[in-house]
C-alpha cells in the first residue's frame, strides 16, 4: 500500500471537517456517513471494510470491523450494543453496531479529528448515562392524568432545552424516548381527555 493514498485520504478528511461535524458538550464530532464518505472518494476499491459479527443474543450484539488498503490490515474496530438501550437498537442493534464498529476503524485508521468517538455514539451515551434524562422520563412514565403531564412538561421544559441547545442527537434520542412515552400515555387515555 502506498503511504500516500492513506495521507491523502486522512488530509482531505481533515479538510472537509467544517461543517461536517456535530458539537456536543464544546468538542467536535465527525459521524460515520462522512469518515466513510471521504475514505471511499479517495481510495474507492482500494480500500475494504470487512465485518464480523462476534457475538450477538437477545440482550446485545459485538462486532469486529477492519480497513484494509491494498490489501493490508490498516486498522480495527470493535462496537457492542445493548438492544434495550433505545427504539432504534430495538429494531435494528446490528446495524447500528455495525456503524459504529466501522466509524471506530475509520478513526483508528486516522479519519479523527482527535475524537474516535463518533456523534452517534457520543449522543447516545450521554442520554443513556445522563441521570437527570432518565430521572425525567422515569417519571414521565409515571404519569396518572393530565394535570400531571403538563406539571411534568413545565418541570422538564429547562432540561430539554439545555439538551437540545447542547447536543442535537442526544435530543433526538431522548425526543424519540419522549415520544414512545407519550404515544402510550395518549393510548392509554391518560392525557387526551
Not at 461535524?21 to 471521504?38: C, L, P, Q
Not at 474507492?44 to 450484539?61: P, Q
Not at 447536543?167 to 434520542?173: D, K, Q, T
Not at 424519540?176 to 412515552?181: G, Q, S
Amino acid at each position: 500500500m502506498s503511504a500516500d493514498k492513506l495521507k491523502n485520504t486522512i488530509a482531505d478528511f481533515k479538510a472537509n471537517l467544517k461543517g461536517n461535524t456535530i458539537t456536543i458538550h464544546s468538542k467536535e464530532y465527525a459521524n460515520v456517513a462522512f469518515r466513510i464518505g471521504i475514505l471511499r472518494k479517495n481510495l474507492g476499491t482500494d480500500a475494504t471494510i470487512k465485518s464480523e459479527l462476534l457475538f450477538h443474543d437477545d440482550k446485545k450484539v459485538i462486532v469486529k470491523s477492519e480497513i484494509w488498503i491494498d490489501g493490508k490490515l490498516i486498522s480495527t474496530g470493535f462496537a457492542e450494543e445493548l438492544r434495550s438501550s433505545s427504539r432504534i437498537n430495538q429494531l435494528s442493534a446490528l446495524e447500528v453496531c455495525e456503524s459504529s464498529s466501522v466509524g471506530r476503524a475509520a478513526a483508528f485508521a486516522g479519519l479523527t479529528n482527535d475524537n474516535i468517538a463518533s456523534a452517534s455514539e457520543v449522543s447516545n451515551a450521554i442520554v443513556a448515562s445522563d441521570t437527570k434524562l432518565t430521572a425525567a422520563l422515569s417519571e414521565l412514565d409515571k404519569v396518572s392524568h393530565l394535570g400531571s403531564y403538563k406539571s411534568w412538561l413545565t418541570t422538564n421544559q429547562k432540561l430539554m432545552q439545555e439538551v437540545k441547545g447542547s447536543n442535537p442527537l442526544a435530543y433526538s434520542e431522548f425526543l424519540e424516548r419522549f415520544n414512545k412515552i407519550k404515544n402510550k400515555l395518549e393510548t392509554n387515555g391518560v392525557i387526551n381527555g
